[in-house]
């Protein structure tokens, strides 16, 4: 038996009062089947959560919510403290993140967030103690 099936045992002793092979078998089941996702959607949300995980990005996507539509990136810089090309890598990363969306206007390059995006920001700010 694995060291973290002789752990699982000690644990459903102390729960159950006692514990056989059938109980370990039982619980072992019981959380194979809980659906931790598979590789593509656990790496895509990783990837959104880190991209969220720095201060420029996620005020920009606090930016973008709050604009409730499309901004350009000279709408942006005002808004941060950094340079003009890290604004840039900053929306590269949440676009490949999927937490804003990016389109050609002419010369200028526009950006919304994404319902992905609005989503985690919603959810993060929900439930943040006050």
Request: proline share 2%.
């Amino acid at each position: 038996m694995s060291q973290s099936n002789t752990r699982l045992r000690r644990y459903l002793e102390d729960d159950l009062g006692e514990c056989c092979d059938e109980d370990v078998e039982q619980r072992l089941a019981e959380l194979a089947a809980f659906d931790l996702g598979d590789d593509d959607r656990v790496g895509a949300n990783v990837a959104a959560l880190s991209a969220l995980a720095n201060d420029t990005r996620y005020r920009l996507v606090s930016a973008f919510h709050a604009a409730d539509g499309e901004l350009c990136v000279c709408e942006l810089l005002p808004l941060v403290d950094v340079s003009e090309s890290a604004v840039s890598h900053a929306l590269s990363t949440l676009t490949e993140a999927g937490i804003v969306t990016k389109r050609k206007d002419g010369k200028w390059r526009m950006y919304r967030i994404t319902p992905r995006g609005t989503a985690l920001l919603v959810a993060l700010d929900g439930t943040r103690a006050r």
